[in-house]
């Protein structure tokens, strides 16, 4: 269950206000989570862009995830996501990098079953927050809620920064 119900609006404001940039990496939203930091308005003033790195080569050429981990791991894992984020982070320039990978269906991916996803943002001082989702439903509902997970995660440490929320 989401904790914050603060919403994209409410963390690009939070952004702004904290002087504060962001950037996306994504796989299984295909660039769900970019569009929705970029419905609003002057959202420009600190989303800073996003790669979609669906293919797993992608993922080692554009955000320099570690070949050697993709291999070892495969594409949905809690390691892999968090180099996302630090990789999308450092090419955009961002604050902070959001990243997200996982298993939409119809059918498991690298031994892990539909629903299996990885939410990883990276920080400030190199810091890594981490989300495990493991839910079924639709592969639009499973792409739909890992968006409303990332959201609330950076919502979540935006929060903390400004000693509006613990955890």
């Known amino acids: 269950m989401r ?3 603060l919403g994209a609006e409410g963390v690009i404001r939070l952004l702004i206000r904290q002087g504060a940039t962001l950037a996306v990496a994504e796989s299984l939203t295909g660039g769900l989570l970019g ?4 419905a609003m308005g002057g959202a420009s003033a600190a989303f800073r862009g996003g790669v ?3 293919a797993t080569d992608l993922k080692r050429e554009l955000l320099a995830v570690p070949g050697e981990l993709l291999e070892r791991e495969g594409a949905v894992h809690p390691e892999v996501a968090a180099a996302m984020a630090r990789g999308v982070a450092r090419l955009c320039g961002a604050t902070y990098g959001l990243a997200v990978t996982g298993v939409a269906g119809p059918d498991p ?6 629903g299996t996803v990885h939410v990883a943002l990276s920080g400030p001082e190199g810091k890594i927050w981490h989300r495990e989702l493991a839910r079924g439903g639709s592969r639009g509902r499973i792409r739909q809620r890992t968006v409303d997970e990332a959201v609330d995660l950076l919502a979540g440490v935006l929060k903390a ?3 509006e929320h613990s955890g």
């Open 109 to 114: 991916q690298d031994g892990k079953p539909v």
């Open 161 to 163: 920064n400004m000693g």
């Open 35 to 38: 569009a929705t930091f970029t």
């Open 52 to 54: 979609i790195s669906y």
């Open 3 to 5: 904790t914050d119900v």
